[in-house]
């Protein structure tokens, strides 16, 4: 049965003022969608649909894309903070990057040297995530419901109870086929959070968005 709480989400002005955001810096960073689409390893049509405001990013390719403009997460997204080492299963909040999107809940925490990230994922019946690779890897977990999982072109149907676990380098996609939501225990290694702490305390997703960012701009665009 789907969690019932309240959701954090992004509202249809807020999801324009993202979405307009996001094309902003892209065109500041002189980058075109296939630039970013490359570096962020998602394909260009999506990156198109994502500034047309035809559909949502999910938590990962959200990420991925803001550290390819030099932005953080956090400036799209509100997510809960990981300060707890524990969490209740009737106060852990509902967030989403807009209404129509992916629901999450966070389970995991942040210390120095973590390096797991865990969510709760709730599917919606017939959503299709898109295309995407990027480093670390990731284990699904199927708690409720049914999940079709390609990675490398090669599908798996996983039934409740069924793990998949593989390296998110390879390109990999997920569909609901199903008519009801699916619920999916989703760990990762990929800081989809964006508050991993090195052993003395620094947020390790600056350097790596300074990184990006640097990058970005002495990147000669396209023609």
């Known amino acids: ?10 509202s249809r002005d807020e999801n324009f003022a993202l979405v307009d955001r996001l094309r902003a810096r892209r065109k500041e960073l002189g980058l075109t ?65 807009n209404e129509n999107s992916l629901t ?32 670390g890897e990731e284990l699904f977990y199927i708690l409720e419901g049914e999940l079709t999982v390609e990675v490398d072109g090669k599908r798996t149907l996983l039934q409740a109870g069924d793990t998949l676990h593989f390296d998110s380098q390879r390109p990999h996609s997920s569909w609901n086929h199903t008519g009801e939501q699916t619920t999916i225990l989703h760990t990762c290694t990929m800081d989809v959070f964006g508050d991993r702490v090195d052993a003395e305390g620094n947020h390790i997703g600056n350097s ?15 023609n």
């Open 1 to 10: 049965m789907a969690k019932q709480s309240a959701v954090t989400s992004t």
């Open 104 to 135: 999450y809940e966070r389970l995991s925490s942040t210390f120095p040297g973590s390096t797991i990230n865990m969510l709760i994922i709730h599917e919606p019946p017939g959503h299709r995530s898109e295309l995407t690779r990027h480093d």
């Open 208 to 222: 790596e968005m300074t990184k990006s960012l640097t990058h970005a701009r002495h990147k000669v665009p396209e």
């Open 33 to 97: 969608m296939q630039q970013v689409a490359d570096q962020a390893g998602l394909s260009v049509g999506f990156i198109s649909q994502i500034e047309r405001g035809i559909t949502a990013p999910s938590l990962s390719s959200l990420v991925s894309v803001s550290r390819v403009l030099g932005l953080h997460v956090s400036d799209f997204l509100a997510r809960p903070k990981g300060d707890k080492p524990q969490t209740r299963h009737d106060k852990r909040p509902l967030f989403s990057i």
